[in-house]
DNA sequence: CTGAAAGCGCTTACAG
DNA sequence: CTGAAAGCGCTTACAG
């Protein structure tokens, strides 16, 4: 499949360095147990022959190694490459890699990476898992390796989770749905695969139920993407004259979608209707008007987990917790602020 | 830094399945080597017993490893997104793991995702590099481990490279315009940094060249981000009256900052000034008028390029080649195709 | 501070 | 088709 390593050794610097190879780890790992003479006679060595350390013995002689993983639904959705962000600069201040993978919305490609960074004995794992992910999580826990599930709220209790209150997303889009003089809204409430979803819709009934004279008007659909939405809309128009006076998306996908029909239906965007999304998602981004939609603070996760992580990884006082990030709306054109 | 292992070892397997070790090896590596009754009473003591190989160390003895790394300039411009799900599809279907690093726009880390891949023996590096990257993949090819590289045109010969005809792209992009009917073209030219920079800007010159009449006003900055953008235009606006009729974006961040200035300055888009940008990324798709770009067939190139690094991988007569796509106008509402 | 030696958990010829 | 043994390139106590 490959070739194989053709490089100078550890052993061949220590040869040209005159010293054993436990001193070239020591000067490589533990510098400090080493005197300053020799440190500069074995980096000679090493940058002479160019030598470069190879990463899997050294994971399997100590018994460890400085990555970490991140295995995100979906990489096209900008709140994982935020996330991912976040997470490599924590990671790489604490010299460790980050690696990151995108299971492509698809079980198998998840599980596949999360048995990877299993077998490569991964220092850690940071997970945006789908749903009924705990089988798959469950051996790699076992083996004692950390997980920090991001956007993913866990009744387990051995490990830890980062999310942003996706409750509370919801109920922020429809209060400023509601905020802006909207009675009718057309909900593309998606599918109930995804828990992040679930919960938006939660926080949706929330603030409808709270307020009088609001009807919500629930349109589910087989996925959260942007066929799904433009979907939503053209069913009810047709079903329908134009019975609503906006529309939450329940992903940003969905909502522009939602607004692509509209336009084509003539349906001023936020003139007649307003439309709203839910997850920060630039990949929605490309519709001829700019979506508001909530802030899901992708960054801060990435960070917050990362840090999680190193904590359990370090420190045997570690206890697992669960952190809340609070959301904020981030309103342009499709929906702007109450006048 | 982390935990040590804990789970059973391929020993534990082999005495529970009444086996060598090696035969329980040949079973995960080679199952054509033994034989159905054997195999299944391997598989079965695996299962009991939740064995998971140590990748580590399966490398190390075998001198290979089944990783491919990604690193990319930037992983929150989404055509690099679209690279890596590319190249993952093809990876996986040759039982690769494609593992992906964002550079973040830094060389250091560039450096540092180079050196790790080349630590880890993986089977193979496919890198968007940024400029100036010759230095840090010496090392990497010269101990023999496949490098495709990507969106960049080298001129070295003993790796490939599949690129877009960025060229073309300033080409395409500009022609649009003239064929639009602009005549005063503001580009937006960026800096020197990215390759693919350079060659759209030959492109754009060649295609006003082509053409009596159009007169191109150059406006270099010193990022191609969505502020540079706006400050070209804001500095345009601010030293003569309005005296262009179309914006060229050598990014689409940069024609992004560009129509938000236009329309703070209630310049209408495309009415009386139109945009186009050039690199097909979603995260400057967030404006109030939907852009104009082309498309970068980073999906295509993913593919294409892992196909590539399979093949000097595995096929002694592997060539080194390059790959250039042809790039195609991807037309939205900030500059709609001619009427 | 330094060196000799054992061992990490696999894979791969090789002999049977 | 199967087993015994050597070896992949490091790291880490341990003794000096």
Excluded at 59 to 84: K, M, P, T, W
Excluded at 112 to 130: H, I, K, Q, T
Excluded at 204 to 214: D, F, K, P, Q, T
């Amino acid at each position: 499949m490959s070739s194989t390593t053709a490089g100078p050794r550890l052993r061949d610097v220590a040869l040209r360095a005159g010293v054993s190879t436990g001193t070239v780890s020591n000067v490589l790992n533990h510098p400090q147990k080493v005197s300053e003479s020799t440190i500069s006679r074995v980096r000679d060595a090493i940058d002479e022959l160019g030598f470069v350390r190879d990463a899997n013995a050294s994971a399997l002689a100590a018994g460890r190694s400085r990555n970490v993983g991140l295995v995100a639904i979906d990489l096209s959705n900008s709140f994982f490459v935020d996330v991912a962000r976040g997470a490599q600069q924590v990671a790489r201040s604490a010299g460790l890699n980050l690696l990151v993978a995108g299971s492509e919305d698809d079980h198998a490609i998840q599980a596949s990476y999360v048995d990877y960074f299993d077998e490569a004995r991964a220092a850690g794992l940071l997970l945006a898992p789908m749903q009924d992910s705990e089988e798959q999580l469950r051996r790699f826990v076992e083996h004692r390796r950390p997980v920090v599930l991001l956007n993913y709220d866990s009744a387990a209790t051995d490990r830890c989770c980062v999310v942003v209150d996706n409750e509370q997303v919801g109920y922020l889009t429809a209060r400023h749905l509601i905020a802006r003089g909207r009675r009718r809204i057309l909900f593309a409430s998606g599918d109930t695969r995804f828990q992040p979803v679930q919960l938006r819709r939660a926080g949706v009934h929330r603030a409808v139920e709270e307020s009088a004279g609001v009807e919500l008007i629930e349109a589910p659909s087989e996925g959260v993407d942007w066929e799904a939405g433009a979907t939503v809309v053209r069913e009810r128009l047709a079903a329908h004259p134009l019975d609503f006076d906006a529309v939450l998306g329940v992903t940003d996908l969905l909502a522009a979608g939602a607004i692509a029909v509209l336009q084509d239906n003539d349906v001023a965007v936020p003139g007649r209707v307003d439309v709203i999304g839910s997850d920060h998602n630039n990949a929605a981004w490309g519709g001829a008007v700019s979506l508001s939609t909530a802030e899901m603070r992708g960054l801060e996760i990435g960070e917050t987990a990362m840090r999680l992580l190193l904590e359990e990884a370090n420190d045997p006082a570690h206890r697992h917790r669960r952190v809340v990030l609070e959301p904020r709306l981030l309103l342009r054109a499709s929906s702007p602020a109450p006048s």
